[in-house]
């Protein structure tokens, strides 16, 4: 079936930390990419998304991710975390000409300690 | 400006109630969408309209939930014949486009409805 994964479904990671979550899709066709975060007791926001050209794009808060077509993944980096970073992260792939649909992976919780 | 508005926060019912859930979009956003969320998921897509049309209902789980949007603004999700398994957080979310590059653009959320069916 069909499906946006997420591998790592809590990660708990020092300050300072790099940060790597995984995602891939198995989607065929011209995607459109996601990554949504979810901060404690807000909503949904978009953290970075990737449509076309450079295959690796730069979010807000230092967050950046790579598109590697081969390997139909969109993993979400960020070289130093902080506290504030802690959080659930939403990986979301919508296809394109096949209508607007998103489709969601079950979300990575991030816990950055202090 | 203002964003994406859902209402009510919370609602609990009982099973075989009928429910109501209604979602402000941003003004102006022309798409709008509504998601389900159920613990430890990501949102799950249930239909899409572009404009005052339902473009896109394939997500809707069967035919007790449905959406309307009559003036191309607020939207309402109504749930017939509420069932225990439909207790959710209820996301809605607005768009300013109908479609990029043949896809979706950046989508808005709403703080969402989280919806206890007793």
């Known amino acids: 079936a069909q499906s946006v994964s997420q591998h790592n479904h809590h990660v708990i990671l020092s300050e300072a930390a790099s940060l790597e979550l995984g995602c891939n899709y198995s989607?065929?066709?011209?995607?459109?990419l996601f990554w949504y975060v979810q901060y404690p007791g807000q909503h949904l926001q978009l953290l970075l998304k990737?449509?076309?050209?450079?295959?690796l794009v730069k979010g807000i808060k230092g967050f950046e991710a790579e598109f590697i077509k081969s390997k139909f993944s969109f993993n979400l980096r960020k070289p130093s975390v902080q506290w504030s970073d802690t959080a659930e992260y939403f990986c979301?792939?919508?296809?394109?000409?096949?209508?607007?649909?998103?489709?969601f992976g079950t979300g990575t919780s991030l816990t950055v300690i202090p | 400006g203002a964003g994406v508005s859902q209402t009510p926060s919370n609602k609990v019912t009982e099973k075989g109630k009928y429910v109501e859930l209604r979602c402000d979009p941003i003004?102006?956003?022309?798409?709008l969408y509504w998601y389900r969320q159920s613990l430890g998921q990501g949102p799950e897509f249930l239909i899409y309209?572009?404009?005052?049309?339902?473009?896109?209902d394939s997500g809707l789980p069967n035919d007790r939930f449905f959406a309307v949007r009559p003036e191309g603004s607020v939207s309402t999700l109504k749930i017939q014949r509420t069932e225990r398994g439909d207790s959710a957080v209820y996301l809605c979310?607005?768009?300013?486009?109908?479609?990029?590059?043949?896809?979706?653009?950046?989508?808005?959320f709403g703080p969402g409805t989280r919806l206890t069916v007793l």
């Open positions: 990737y449509f076309s050209g450079d295959p």
């Open positions: 309209f572009q404009g005052t049309g339902a473009a896109d």
């Open positions: 979310a607005s768009s300013p486009f109908p479609g990029l590059a043949g896809g979706t653009d950046t989508q808005y």
């Open positions: 989607y065929g066709g011209t995607v459109n």
């Open positions: 979301a792939v919508n296809v394109r000409n096949t209508g607007n649909q998103f489709y």
């Open positions: 003004s102006g956003h022309t798409a």
